[in-house]
């Protein structure tokens, strides 16, 4: 870190003196060290990803899930502290409820982001609270069609065609360009596949890298790319992720449902296949 | 005598003479609020006739007529009285028409947010006794604040774990019970004895035989439906029934019985007549 707080870092209601909120900046940080999330707006659908990196083979097959259901039309998938986007996610329900209470509409996915957002917000204003440490994507489809919004720790946000947020996002986005620059677009289904393939790819860099990284400290981590690239070949370290992926398209009857398990497998199927060529390749 | 609530308790001085046409006494000042007793729905207003429910093999079937009356006038005549919840479950309101969208949206909303949670939690979805259960409870609670949930409610409903039917009653006291046949308000007169024969004829009174078919479970329904517009006068010819099996709910298209009214011409002592 080029400028470490000198004193201007340990509450987020004091500016450092050339304007900056250094706790806000620091939450970032623990995005940038979760593993990936991405979002992806396809011509009749949208889907989130997550890569799940498991830190333990104890746990349950599919537990600890980190893309929630906010309404029946709407999903967000977090990068960063679990914990923070259990709260937040709890938040985003009562909003959604509390829009359909009001108006007997369901909310759009833009005024939700806006709600998230302002809730978010609140946590960079008090030196009491600190920042949220994730970025959300939120994901939906209402009457103005597939939406993609990505809220920041400032409280910030975007809407996005597509967006990756936590560790790995830079490689995911340049992805995600490609795919989005393909002609005709892209629908759901090729979407899953799309982004199955960079997500394999990535937990598959990126695992070994997290188990790396707790053993050592940030600044190795030119070393540990090299490190990394080695451990790609241990079997092992292929499990130690899980794909996690939901969509909203016409297949899921506009609703926000996780990606048939069937679906799902054959995309991982087709990433690890890809993937090997791939290395085979090198 | 005054009746006005805000006089309650403040009888007329002796001297005084009652003169409706004195404000005094004919319209006296508002009591400020926190002065005034509390009073809650003391009537409904926009109601809709009994609802019945049957047991048959291998799911329950429930009925209703879409009339919403105001007082004896048939006011709205498309109403659905019949509303399914999640995939294995349906209620059936009579009573208080607005209550019971009140209590629609009420439920829809929990049933949207366990929806929600399951991505999460992958708990199994609210089985009809949860959603009887938090009725009852909801009632109690308001027929004990003096507010009660003006309706007599039917859950009917398969049960995905114990792979069973279920089928109960709740109503505006709060009083809950559970039978293979139920009919709410007028229908517990004139309808329940034609659903428990045509039921009991089959399963026996201790309901241990087989159970009817679904066909004689619909044409059960149909008679007493039938048998209910002839007989209530706040019915209507024009009604639905609700199917639910393992397989889920589907609710039919609104039918109507055939029914004979030659009778009537010999009928005498009601309406025009000349002799």
Known sequence: MSSIGTGYDLSVSTYSPDGRLFQVEYANKAVEAAGVAVGLRCTDGIILGVERLLHSKLLVKGANRRIQSVDEHIGMATAGLLADGKHLGSRARDEAANFRETYNAPVTVQVLSDRISGYVQAYTCYGSVRPFGISTLVAGADKTGPRLFCIEPSGVFYGYRACAVGKGRALARTELEKVLAKEGGVSVREGVMEVARMLSGLASYLAPLAISLSRSTAVESVKNDVLAIHLVHDDNQDKAFELEMTWVCEESGMKHAAVPADLLAEAEEKAKAALEEGMEED | ?275
């Open chain 2, 1 to 275: 005598m005054n009746h006005h609530p805000a006089a309650w308790g403040r009888p007329l001085p002796a001297s005084a003479s009652f003169d409706m046409y004195n404000p005094q006494f004919s319209a006296p000042k508002a009591a400020p609020a926190h002065q005034m007793p509390v009073a809650h729905t003391q009537q409904p207003l926009v109601t809709g006739t009994s609802v019945l429910g049957i047991k048959f093999d291998g799911g329950v079937m429930l009925a209703a007529d879409n009339l919403a009356s105001y007082g004896s006038l048939a006011r709205f005549k498309d109403i659905e009285r019949l509303h399914p919840l999640g995939p294995h479950t349906v209620i059936a309101a009579a009573g208080d028409m607005s209550d019971f969208q009140w209590l629609k949206k009420e439920l829809n909303a929990i049933l949207r947010e366990e929806q929600a949670l399951s991505l999460t939690d992958s708990h199994p979805s609210l089985s009809p006794s949860n959603i009887y259960d938090f009725l009852a409870n909801l009632f109690y609670a308001r027929r004990s604040k003096m507010n009660p949930v003006w309706n007599a409610v039917l859950v009917g409903g398969w049960d995905r774990v114990k792979a069973e039917t279920f089928l109960g009653y709740v109503d505006l006291l709060g009083t809950t019970y559970s039978a293979p046949t139920l009919a709410t308000g007028f229908g517990a007169h004139i309808a329940q004895p034609l659903l428990r024969e045509a039921f009991e004829a089959k399963a026996g009174t201790d309901g241990k035989g087989p159970l009817m078919t679904q066909q004689e479970a619909t044409a059960v329904l149909d008679d007493c439906m039938k048998v209910l517009f002839y007989r209530d006068a706040r019915s209507m010819n024009k009604y639905q029934i609700a199917t639910v099996t393992k397989d889920g709910v589907v609710i039919s298209d609104s039918k109507s019985s055939e029914t004979q009214w030659g009778f009537a011409e010999d009928l005498r002592g009601y309406g025009a007549q000349t002799q």
